[in-house]
């Protein structure tokens, strides 16, 4: 096979002759690997590239007519395999930013609800700790939204005690949660 022509190899490769195909495979791999491996910078990925140019070339042997040489029909190949290695890559970067971008705002928005999940119960916590008085002037003030004389006329009290009380819960409040711990 090996002082057959390339022209004389692909009429073989026509009728199914492996052994045609094997003399292909040897005369121009070693040729081929290179020429790939300068467009794609991976050894392990060029030889890949080189066996799927050949699987293409026998799976349409039936339909290949060529004059001449043979390697400008297997560089054809190997460029249309080196474009789809490159949007697959294209693709495949384009997912991995989405999918980072996704678990960097997913992550975000946990560790907010974890926290504050963690300040509201630190608060509720609180708020159980206060005197009596204070506290339920407070919870009927935030919790059901009461107002002022809302307040006084559900506890009987007066409006300035309400307001009194109300400050006094910030306070204690406030002091339980500087701003700068946070």
Known sequence: MKHLSDEELVILLNQ????AFSEIFRRYKKDLLPFAFR?????EHSKDLIHDAFTILWTK??????EGSIRPLLITIIKNKILDFYKHQKISQQY????QSYLENYKDDTDHLVRYNDLSQRIENEILTLP???RVV?????KNHMN???ISEYLNVPEESVKTNIRRALKILKGKFPLDKM
């Open 16 to 19: 199914s002759n492996t052994h």
């Open 39 to 43: 467009r794609i910078h991976d050894m």
């Open 61 to 66: 042997r039936e339909k290949i007519y060529i």
């Open 96 to 99: 991995l930013d989405n999918f």
């Open 132 to 134: 009596e008085k204070i």
């Open 138 to 142: 407070f919870e009927l003030s935030r």
């Open 148 to 150: 002022r004389k809302e």
